[in-house]
C-alpha cells in the first residue's frame, strides 16, 4: 500500500470515527421504530436527559488523560444541589446562592487536587473518601428535605430551549465548555502538557512540566463543573434534595472511557468524548422509545464501560501479536502502556 | 527534596517518631487500644453502650461487614480494588430470599446456592480483571452496575418479607453459642481461615508478592493473572456468605439492600491498615477495622449524633487513615535512608 491509502485505512480504524459510524446507525435504528424519533422536541428530551453527565465528562476526560481519577463528581452535584436549595430557602437570592455553590465546588476539587498533588494519595483512593465526605455534608445541609418552588426563570434555564431552536440552554452550556476545553487540550502547550503527564510523568517533570500545579487545576476544574451540573439538574428538576445525582460516576466514566480515552492516561480526545455523550444519549432514547426498562440501561451502561476498555486492550494485544509475526521489532504486547493506534490523538 | 529533609531529619530517635513508628507496624494493635478508649469515652455517655443486646447488634453487623472486608482486603493487598461487593451482598441476598419464599431450595442448599452465586460473580470479577486486563476500578465499577441491574430487573418493584421465608431461618440471626453470635462465630473462623492461608501458604506469599511488585513477582515465576482471578473469586464467594448472612439478618430483602456497603468496607479495610498501594496488610487488621466502624456508627446514634453525619464520618475516617499510612510510609522510607547514611 502507498502511504496515503495507508494513512486513509489507518484513519477508518480511528476510535472517533467507529463512534460515528455507531451513532449513524443508532439514528437510523431510532428513527425505525419510533416515529418521533427524528423530532426536534425528542432531540432536546434525549440531550436534556444526560445533560449533567456530559457536562461532568469534559473535565473528567483531562483527568484522566492526566492519569488521575476522579470519583467524587457525583456526590459535588448532591453537594452543590443541596446548598443551592438551603441557601435558596433562607432566603439568598438564586444568583449569589449559584456563585456560592460554584466555590464550593471549587473548594471540593482543591482538597481532592490537594490530597492528590500535595499529600501524594492515589486519586482513586482520594475520591473514594471524598465522595462519601460531601455526600454526608449534603444530608447534613439538607438531611431529608426537598427544596422546590425556585424562580421561574431559573427552572426555565433548567428545561427551556433556546426560542425557535430545539437545544435545551444546558446543551449551549455544554457546546461552550466543549469548545473551550477542546482548544485548551488540542490547540494549547497546556493541553501538550496534559498529554505529557498521561504518557509519562516523571519524564514530563524532568522536561520541566509542573505537573502537580496541572493536576491540581483540573481537579478544580472538575469540582466547579461539578457543582455546575448540581445547578443545571436543581434546574431541570425544578427541586433539590441531598441524594440527586446518585450513580452519576459511573456513567460519565463510561462516557468518557467510550470517547476512546485511554483509562491508563496519555491518550483520547474531546470531540471522541462529544461523540460518545451523543451515543450515549441516543442509546437511551431509543431504548426508552421501544419501553425497554431502566433496569436494562443501567445494565448496558455496565456492560459498555467494561467492554470500551476490553476492545482496545485486545486491539492492542492484536497488534503486538501482528508486530512480531511481520518479524518486525519485539513489542511488548502487555495491555499496560502499550503501544497502540486505535485512538492516539 | 527528600535527600534534604533525610539529612535535616534526624528525628528518627525522638519518641513520638519511635511511637508513630510503632503504631504503623502494629496496627491491628493500635486499633484495639483506640476501640478500648472509645468505649470508655462513649460508655461514660451513653453506659446503654456496654449493654449485652447492644453488643451483640454491634457485633452481628459488623461481622458481615467484616466477612466482606476480609475477601476486600484480599484484593487491596494485589494492587487492586472491588466495588462491587455491594450489589453481590444485595443480589445474593435477594435471590436467596426470593428462592426460599418460593420454596425452590432447602435452607442449606439456599446457603450453598448463595455462596456458590457470590463464588461465580466474583469469578467474573476476575476474568475482567486477569483476562482481560482491565483496571480492577473500572471492572467493578461496570459490573457493580451490572449486577445491581440484574437485581433490580428481578425483583421489580418487589420485596420478599420476613413472614415468607421458612419459620426459624432467620433465627440464625440472633442465636448464640456460649454467649457468642453465631455471625460473629462464622465470621472468626473465616478470618482464622484467610489468615493462616495469607500467612502460611505459597499462595499467600504470593498474593503479597504480586501486590508490592507485579513485575518481579512475575519474573520470579508466579502468575500474576491466576493470582489475581482467585483474590477476586475469594473476594465474591465471601461477599455471597456476606449476602446470605445479610438476608438472614435483616429477613425483609428489594433491590436496594445492601446500597453502600462498599463504602463501609473498603473503609474497614483501609482503617484496619492494609495499605492501599498493596503489598502489605493483614486481614484481621480489615476484621478489626470493620468491627471498630460499627462501634463508632452505634456510638454516634447512642450519643443522639445525628444520622446524617454517618456518611460524612465515613469519608473523614477514610481520608484520615489513609492519609496517616501515605505520611507514616513516606517517614519510614526517610528514616530507613538516615540509618543506612549514617
Known sequence: MNGRARRWVASLGRW??????????L???GTTVSPVFLTGRNFANAI???IEVAIMSLPMALIIIAGEIDLSVESMVGLSASILGYLYAAGVPIELAIVVVLIVGALGGLLNGFLVTRIGLPSLVVTLGTPALYRGLALVVLESRGISQFPEWFTGFGFGTVPGLPIPWPFVVYLALAFVLAVLLHGTWVGREIYAIGKNQAAARFSGVRVARIKLWLFVLSGTVAALAGVILTARMASARADVGTGLTLVVVTIVLLGGVDIFGGRGTIPGVVLAFLTLAVLGNALRLTNVSSDIQSIVVGLLLIVSVVIPTLARRAKGAYDRAQGGRRLPTGSVGGPGEMASP | MSDAAALAAPTTTSPVSRLLGAAARQRELSLLLVLGLMAILVAIRAPQVLSASNLTDVSVLAAIIAIAAVGEAMVVITRNVDLSVEAVIG???????????????????????GIGLGLVLGMINGIVVAVFRVPSIVATLGTLSVYRGIDFLLAGGKQVTLTELPPGYTNAARATLVGIPIFVLIAVAIVAVC???????RFGRSVYAVGSNPEAAEILGIRTALVTFVVFSVSGLLSGEAGV???????????????????????A??????NIFGGSGTVVGAALGALFLGFISNALILVRLSQFWLQALYGVVILIAVALDAFLLRRFQRSATARRRR
Open chain 1, 16 to 25: 472517533e470515527v467507529l463512534l460515528l459510524a455507531v451513532l449513524i446507525a
Open chain 1, 27 to 29: 439514528v437510523v435504528y
Open chain 1, 48 to 50: 436534556s436527559a444526560v
Open chain 2, 91 to 113: 443480589l445474593v441476598a435477594f435471590t436467596v430470599a426470593a428462592a426460599l419464599s418460593n420454596h425452590l431450595l432447602s435452607t442449606q442448599a439456599a446457603w450453598a446456592f
Open chain 2, 195 to 201: 489468615a493462616l492461608v495469607l500467612r502460611q501458604t
Open chain 2, 245 to 267: 448472612l445479610w438476608g438472614i439478618l435483616f429477613g425483609t430483602i428489594n433491590a436496594t439492600a445492601a446500597t453502600g456497603v462498599t463504602l463501609q468496607v473498603v473503609a
Open chain 2, 269 to 274: 479495610v483501609v482503617v484496619g491498615g492494609v
